[in-house]
T-cell receptor
Framework: GAVVSQHPSRVICKSGTSVKIECRSL??????MFWYRQFPKQSLMLMAT?????????EQGVEKDKFLINHASLTLSTLTVTSAHPEDSSFYIC???????????FGSGTQLSVL | GENVEQHPSTLSVQEGDSAVIKCTYS??????FPWYKQELGKGPQLIID?????GEKKDQRIAVTLNKTAKHFSLHITETQPEDSAVYFC??????????FGKGTTLSVSS
């Protein structure tokens, strides 16, 4: 099946720094990728939809200037958390639809801890 | 947009019993309904899915049923085992959109 690779798996950073998370589709092209955030003991909440070659679409309440999304190629989408603060500490996970069908393929997630 | 409700939030069963988790969705255009199992610190793992043209699907001890008219779908786990203990999420999607998840059910299977 299709594989989505996400890196890093875990990152600890100081408050005020920026963190970049990469999501790659390894054996298929993904014109669209979805970014989710999951706080402890909560569900996966959709943050934004990343579209190759165009601007990302953000869900209500998600600051587009804080969570920068770049989908520069058909296999790579990046999420940059700018000026991270402790409240941004969360599990971030990306997903992409396969070439055929409705199934979404998920990365393994990134646990972000901001000190 | 789509809204998915999931019940119960916690479920405790004895090993060997059955477990049932129920979800409802709001968008009648949704046509894909997967179920995920998530263990602590890991991403969600797809365990079974169903499409809107099917009413029931089974895979060994796991089954999913879908009632399109009522807009609800359920996960059934039979002969539960301690390793089934995890958080389970239902989700719904229509073509071209993201998956929208329910709030999750923490299943505890005691031996």
């Amino acid at each position: 099946g299709a594989v989505v690779s996400q890196h890093p798996s875990r990152v600890i950073c100081k408050s005020g720094t920026s963190v970049k998370i990469e999501c790659r589709s390894l054996d298929f092209q993904a014109t669209t990728m979805f970014w989710y955030r999951q706080f402890p003991k909560q569900s996966l909440m959709l943050m934004a939809t990343s579209n190759e070659g165009s601007k990302a679409t953000y869900e209500q309440g998600v600051e587009k200037d804080k969570f920068l999304i770049n989908h520069a190629s058909l296999t790579l989408s990046t999420l940059t958390v700018t000026s991270a603060h402790p409240e941004d500490s969360s599990f971030y996970i990306c997903s992409a639809p396969g070439q055929v069908g409705e199934k979404l393929f998920f990365g393994s997630g990134t646990q972000l801890s901001v000190l | 947009g789509e809204n998915v409700e999931q019940h119960p939030s916690t479920l405790s069963v004895q090993e060997g019993d059955s477990a049932v988790i129920k979800c409802t969705y709001s968008d009648s255009a949704s046509n894909y309904f997967p179920w995920y199992k998530q263990e602590l610190g890991k991403g969600p793992q797809l365990i079974i899915d169903i499409r809107s043209n099917v009413g029931e699907k089974k895979d060994q001890r796991i089954a999913v049923t879908l009632n399109k008219t009522a807009k609800h779908f359920s996960l059934h786990i039979t002969e539960t085992q301690p390793e089934d203990s995890a958080v389970y999420f239902c989700a719904a999607r229509k073509a071209g959109t993201a998956l929208i998840f329910g709030k999750g059910t923490t299943l505890s299977v005691s031996s």
